[in-house]
Every structure is written in structure tokens, then in C-alpha cells.
């Protein structure tokens, strides 16, 4: 399985953007670790890890601690060695999808300017875990992340350049990306 790992830190500077190997991690705690030594100082670590054009995974470390997990699909972690790594001890649901309306959807499409320009019918077969709540405070509620994964069309990388804009880190995913 192929993937992209974007560690992305909010410290004294403002939002910084870098690539992350996950290669050889034992374990969740070993890629929190990970996180953890982008920058120790930060005041918020965000993770974002696309596998697959499929799915999405965000970890978030906040001054270091309480690891917080969100997962698009719990598929994931039935279908890969990296899924299993991520979400394997994720026991905390997501809202249901059937939460997540359409005028949520369209909301999320109008609010943020991303890839797509609007929001496309929800797919109702995805089942998310974990934390959806963990990047409310930045400014995304559990409703429009549900939203944006289970909007239909929308790649991980939509997602995680949708989720970028609406917090602030666009322009550093965008740099980003074109390094990589």
C-alpha cells in the first residue's frame, strides 16, 4: 500500500508542514513518538496519513500529549499492515454517517474552497472511528469532517487540502505536496 504521511505542527512560527516516514513503526505509540520529535515544542501536532487514494487517517498531539485518533474507514485497518498500525486500538466511534446530512455536506463545500467547488451525494457505506471532534477547536466540527470523508469523490488528499484551508495550514500542504 502506498501512502503519504503529512506531519503538520502549529508552534511560536505558525503552521509548519513536513513529510513523515512511518516505514518500520511497531506501533501507534512509536508513530505518536514520531510526531512527537517534528517539533516537541509545538502546541498542537497534527498527522495526516492518506493510503490508498482511499483512506484517511489524523492523529493529533496537543503540547505533546493526549493522542487523539480519527479514521475514515475502519476498513482500513482490516485491509492493511499500516491501517491495523493506526486504528487497531481505536475503540471510540465517529458519529454515524446517517448524522451527516446533505445540507451538512453542501455547508462544508460552501464555507471551504477546496478541490471540488461543491459538495457531491454522501456515501453512506464508509464507516468512520475514533475522534471526530479532535480538530473542533481549530475551527472543523465533528459534522463537516464526517461530511468531507463521506462525501462522494472526495480523494484523502481532497480532504486533508480541504481540512488545511479551513484551519490555515493550506499553503504549507500545498508546498508540501510539491516537494514530495
Not at 63 to 85: P, T, V, Y
Request: negative net charge; charged residues 30%.
Amino acid at each position: 500500500m502506498s501512502y503519504f504521511a503529512a506531519a503538520v505542527v502549529r508552534g511560536s512560527k505558525g503552521w509548519e508542514a513536513s513529510e513523515l516516514d512511518l516505514t518500520g513503526a511497531a506501533d501507534v505509540e512509536e508513530v505518536a513518538d514520531r510526531l512527537r520529535d517534528v517539533d516537541p515544542e509545538a502546541d498542537v501536532s497534527l498527522l495526516f496519513v492518506e493510503s490508498d487514494d482511499a483512506y484517511l487517517v489524523i492523529m493529533r498531539l496537543d503540547q505533546g500529549e493526549d493522542l487523539r485518533i480519527f479514521g475514515s474507514d475502519a476498513a482500513f485497518a482490516e485491509e492493511s499492515r499500516l491501517g491495523a498500525l493506526l486504528l487497531g486500538e481505536v475503540e471510540e466511534p465517529a458519529l454515524r454517517i446517517e448524522d451527516v446530512t446533505t445540507a451538512a455536506a453542501a455547508n462544508v463545500a460552501e464555507e471551504a474552497e477546496g478541490p471540488r467547488g461543491a459538495a457531491g451525494p454522501l456515501d453512506a457505506d464508509i464507516d468512520p472511528v475514533g475522534d471526530a471532534d479532535l480538530l473542533a477547536d481549530l475551527g472543523v466540527s465533528s459534522r463537516q469532517l464526517l461530511a468531507l470523508c463521506a462525501t462522494e469523490g472526495m480523494l484523502p488528499a481532497d480532504i486533508t487540502a480541504e481540512l488545511g484551508q479551513l484551519i490555515g495550514f493550506g499553503d504549507e500542504i500545498e508546498d508540501l505536496r510539491e516537494v514530495a
